[in-house]
């Protein structure tokens, strides 16, 4: 099982950016999947949430109408389409997948992609 994000780096104040999750070994159609950031210093905390049939689940206050949660699940995909970037985004972001089965509860991460949003 595995979930590779990509996508991060460094862009100004202003600026967009685009991260991806790669998903594989797992039935990735059946998850419900989520990004979520940890600042420096602070807890990792949820940004945006997307169920199995791509319904929103939910977004950080902080980041509605300015981030967009998307899946491709022909291509096992999740993305986190970032605009207006502010300084207070600067975090780790990290991709996470979530679903039953066989009445189990499986939860999967990925090792994450640091964004830096600095002038």
């Known amino acids: 099982v595995q979930l590779v994000e990509s996508g991060g780096g460094l862009v100004q104040p202003g600026g967009s950016l685009r991260l991806s999750c790669a998903a594989s070994?797992?039935?990735?159609?059946?998850?419900?999947v989520s990004w979520y950031r940890q600042a420096p210093g602070k807890e990792r905390e949820l940004v945006a949430a997307?169920?199995?049939?791509?319904?929103?689940?939910n977004y950080a206050d902080s980041v509605k109408g300015r981030f967009t949660i998307s899946r491709d699940n022909a291509e096992n995909t999740v993305y986190l389409q970032m605009s207006s970037l502010k300084p207070d985004g600067t975090a780790v972001y990290y991709c996470?997948?979530?679903?039953?089965?066989?009445?189990?509860?499986?939860?999967?991460w990925g090792q994450g992609t640091p964004v830096t949003v600095s002038s």
């Open positions: 996470n997948a979530r679903g039953v089965e066989m009445w189990r509860v499986y939860e999967y």
């Open positions: 070994g797992f039935t990735f159609s059946s998850y419900d």
């Open positions: 997307l169920s199995s049939v791509g319904d929103v689940l």
